[in-house]
């Protein structure tokens, strides 16, 4: 179908969004018990579908920054779109160092309405009607609904990132021919979510290499990349001695620092289409709320050995939820980074979405199907593990339970 | 030009906001020097591109009732797309009494960042490429980037608001030739942004006729109908008895209210296109940032007499300043409602913008140029009165003073 010819029926219909994490109280469970099997399975209700902000708590005084800030009144009420020079300043300072390149705060950097937001706006900035952008599958489910709704053309890239696949990473072969049949954008993120795999140096190296050659924008989603877990590496593409003409790094303090509910991002690189994402801000939402953007001075200076023990917390959960999945054969590949877990269920005696009602329905656990991802994935479901270390253990042993009810 | 062969550079050059409030700190201002004439103007700064929320601070009770958001946690930082439920019913009851038609909370309400977030989704709801859009001049500029952006078509429609016209409001007959031939949506604020005409009982029954007539979308910008200066009324659109097929009403709390800093709007209508709108708020920025939500609870049950005080303080400033420019026969509309003033200036010896520089940079005054609101406009400015009283006249002393200055 051209995208240019859809009408608002059918471009809305593409950004259904009943499956999306934190959706599923709009979705109908009457029809389950029809279905049902077994009896239904006792548990604290766990919601895997996002990070529980209540076990892992926002960063130590968020609350008391966003109060400092309201009682600044005007002059943090209203600030430039981009964002506040002065915070815009401190968070190009320390995310230059992080990320291993310096950022000129006054034209490399803005402020958005959380990840999502710069996500939108960096995507917005570079996609138009007919644009062809490279998206890997599976990957943040936005990431496609975005480039349709701009009018661009999806062109897939296979991430290999099972246990069995022996070569980790997006498709690099496939990339480059997309590269040169006249992809323009490509979209990304490491680590990578629903699956947690981090891209290596080699592959991060070959793909700013190969953007740089074929004049394609990088958009990578970083939203992640603190939450390293031992052992493990990061390469930022920004870091990389060949860099492509434009890219847009992006993050945010909604994940491993649990400020979600304050909707904080930023995007940072490539001026002209920083300039681009503030035009874009300007008609979206004019600023991330004035009072919130003033939560961003805890970012990167958080108390001393915080972010160590918040990254413990989270391996021991992780370990623990490998183990569970493992023994029952539930294959999962081992995050290195971040809190998603993406395990493969075994061949099922329902289809995948029934699957995840029932889980809802029966066994009081919340996931997220893995065709939010990846389309033509049927059998893996998505777990944000960032919870209560017993609860998401329990959960979990209700998971397997339930695949056993429900094995073919 | 055909706007689908827009590249992102045309694209982006239509949304150009160096001139939009807020923005002028990245305006230039070194080459004034040899244009200016005569003396520096002394005198303490003001910035009338928007309200001054140091002088009308935010409604009382609201940091509290973020601060206890906060302490809710997860619940209240990862709530709907659409906004968390119980606030979404408590604002349904409440703005359903005050436009006179209930307001079903499950299914005809979105809570959005801000009333530009309403706006935005609103839009991107009903326009796609090609869609003809009916769009006021002058109105609020944000309206025809938008159009612009979705890839649809401005169709101008005349605003009769100077003293010198007899009859105020959107010329009908253009409206109506406009809906006859095509156009699809027609959206406008009422009060009027930048002139503050509240559109007659009258011009809104015939605008809901002529839209359910010839099935056009409505989308209304209602931001300003609480503050209703003395002897006026307000007719709420969605309280006629012929409805259009399609109508979102948008307000927020940023402007009367003054909590700007906290990006809060809703949007408020049909439920098809709410559910549209919350689609897009899942690509765009997923939610209103979930704490901020709970100030909602403070909007339309402020203390008693708290909304009478603040509009008569208004009303004192706009009266004030009224006086200062007719005396200094600069023609300026009385403003029904709301706090935007939108003086029409004599010729003057320097361009429109240059003047709004100068009135920077001479004068301690921030105003926005006309063009913003209306392109072809090149005599008026637009200054948000809602600032100290003093300060806002002292200021209003000096553009009359500039205006001698730079008079032809």
Redesign the interface.
């Known amino acids: 179908m051209n995208y240019?010819m859809?009408?608002?029926d059918e471009?809305?219909r593409a950004?259904?969004?009943d499956n999306?994490p934190?959706?599923e109280?709009?979705q109908g469970l009457g029809d389950l018990k029809v279905i049902m099997r077994g009896e239904m399975l006792d548990g604290v209700p766990v919601d895997f579908s996002?990070g529980?902000?209540?076990a892992f708590?926002?960063t130590p005084g968020s609350?008391a920054a966003?109060?400092e800030?309201?009682s600044k009144?005007?002059a943090?009420?209203?600030t430039?779109?981009r964002g506040a020079?002065k915070i815009r300043k401190g968070l190009a300072d320390r995310l230059g160092v992080f990320t291993g390149r310096p950022i000129e705060a006054d034209s490399e950097l803005i402020i958005?309405?959380?990840t999502?937001?710069a996500l939108?706006l960096a995507l917005g900035?570079?996609i138009?009607?007919g644009t062809k952008v490279a998206v890997v599958e599976p990957d943040y489910f936005?990431n496609r609904?975005?480039v349709k709704?701009f009018?661009g053309e999806v062109v897939p890239i296979p991430l290999y990132y099972k246990d069995s696949q022996s070569e980790k990473g997006p498709d690099l072969n496939r990339l480059e021919e997309a590269f040169k049949s006249g992809t323009k954008v490509f979209v990304f993120s490491t680590p990578n979510n629903p699956t947690g795999l981090v891209y290596s140096g080699a592959t991060i190296i070959k793909i700013a290499a190969l953007a740089a050659t074929h004049d394609v924008t990088l958009i990578v989603d970083q939203l992640y990349s603190r939450m390293l877990y031992s052992g493990e590496s990061y390469t930022h593409l920004r870091s990389c001695a060949v860099q492509p003409e434009n890219l847009i790094t992006i993050m945010g303090p909604s994940k491993t620092e649990?400020l979600?509910?304050?909707?904080l991002g930023v995007g940072f690189g490539t001026p002209k289409l920083i300039?681009?994402m503030?035009?874009?801000q300007?008609?979206?939402?004019?600023?991330?709320?004035?009072?919130?953007q003033a939560a961003l001075d805890t970012w990167f200076q958080e108390p001393l050995n915080w972010l160590e023990n918040r990254i413990r917390e989270h391996e021991a959960i992780r370990d623990e939820l490998l183990r569970t999945f493992r023994a029952a054969n539930i294959h999962t590949a081992s995050p290195q980074a971040g809190s998603y877990l993406f395990p493969q269920l075994p061949p099922l005696s329902v289809d995948l979405h029934t699957f995840v009602r029932l889980l809802r329905y029966q066994a009081n656990v919340i996931v997220t199907p893995g065709s939010e991802f990846e389309p033509a994935c049927k059998d893996s479901i998505r777990l944000n593990f960032s919870q209560d270390h017993a609860m998401a253990i329990a959960a979990a042993k209700r998971i397997v339970k339930m695949v056993e009810i429900y094995s073919r």
Chains 1, 2 share one sequence.
């Open positions: 240019k859809m009408t608002l471009k809305f950004l259904e969004a999306a934190g959706q109280v709009r996002h529980d902000v209540d708590p926002p609350d966003w109060e800030g309201f009144g005007a943090q009420a209203y430039e779109y020079a958005t309405p959380g999502q937001g939108f900035a570079t138009t009607t936005a609904k975005l709704f009018g649990s979600s509910g304050f909707r300039e681009r503030e035009r874009l300007a008609i979206v939402s004019l600023r991330a709320a004035g009072y919130n």
